[in-house]
């Protein structure tokens, strides 16, 4: 094996990763857009429509997230090992904005489609935790405005978060991990094109992903039992 103890590792995650912990996916058979759809519930032309129908949403997911027995599972605490026992850089980037990576112990992080557990107000543009409901009556907790408090997540037609930082992180790795996604949203299901070639692509997923085939390497099944077994590898072999 190389000594490739000294190169970074770039982790995309999706919503499948946090299945097992309770939390729903949205393309499986019983996903979230299975139930509503994503131009009623997850643009911000919706939230200018509908306010309280996108808020409600939101309110819901929140609701069961921070309502105690959605708990990280075996997936994100491995990836909170491999962050803590691997000499070089790891970085999380999620497409989740359920909190289950950092209270696994992941701390190099980036949530690039927002986080549940935040909220913004459009009037003084303050981020904000939060984790009860929000309705257009909520008062901002910073500056006293109503009905300009949003989820901090990020709709569709809206730039992800930290994109350059994503950038460079992908540009330096050695290894490229995807986990849990289907690899229908960009810009994140592109972040293999941006790599493959010059850093090792690993796919742990429960089938193939729409981009399957631009990994060099893949490993298919529930993420609690995949994703142990790949850091343990990673961490005894390297790749
Ligand atoms: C943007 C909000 C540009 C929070 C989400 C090309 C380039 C750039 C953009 C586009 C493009 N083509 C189209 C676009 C537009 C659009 C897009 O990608 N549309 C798709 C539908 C075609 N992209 C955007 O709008 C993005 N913005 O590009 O802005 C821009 C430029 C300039 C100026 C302004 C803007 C914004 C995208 C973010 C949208 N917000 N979420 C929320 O409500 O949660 S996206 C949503 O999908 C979630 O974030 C989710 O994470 C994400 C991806 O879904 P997955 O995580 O992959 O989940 P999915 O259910 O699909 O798959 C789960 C997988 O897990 C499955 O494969 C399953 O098999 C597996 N699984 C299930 N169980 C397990 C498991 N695996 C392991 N173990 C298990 N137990």
Known sequence: ???????????????????????????????????????????????????????????????????????????????????????????????????????????????????????????????IAWRDDITTATACPHCAETGGLRPHVVWFGEMPLQMEAIAAALDACGLFISIGTSGNVYPAAGFVQQVRGRAHTLELNLEPSEGATLFAESDYGPATGIVPRAVERILSEGW
């Open 1 to 127: 094996m190389n000594d490739r103890t000294s190169e970074s590792i770039v982790i995309l995650t999706g919503a499948g990763i946090s299945k097992e912990s309770g939390l729903s996916t949205f393309r499986d058979a019983d996903g979230l857009w299975a139930r509503v759809r994503i131009e009623d519930v997850a643009t911000p032309e919706a939230f200018a429509r509908d306010p309280e129908a996108v808020l409600g949403f939101y309110n819901a997911r929140r609701a069961k997230l921070a309502g105690g027995g959605i708990a990280p599972n075996a997936a994100h605490e491995a990836l909170a090992r491999l962050e803590a026992d691997w000499p070089g850089p790891v970085l999380v980037v999620t497409q989740n904005i359920d909190d289950l990576h950092e209270r696994a112990g992941s701390r190099n992080l980036i949530h690039m489609h927002g986080e549940l557990l935040k909220i913004r107000c459009l009037a003084c543009h303050e981020i």
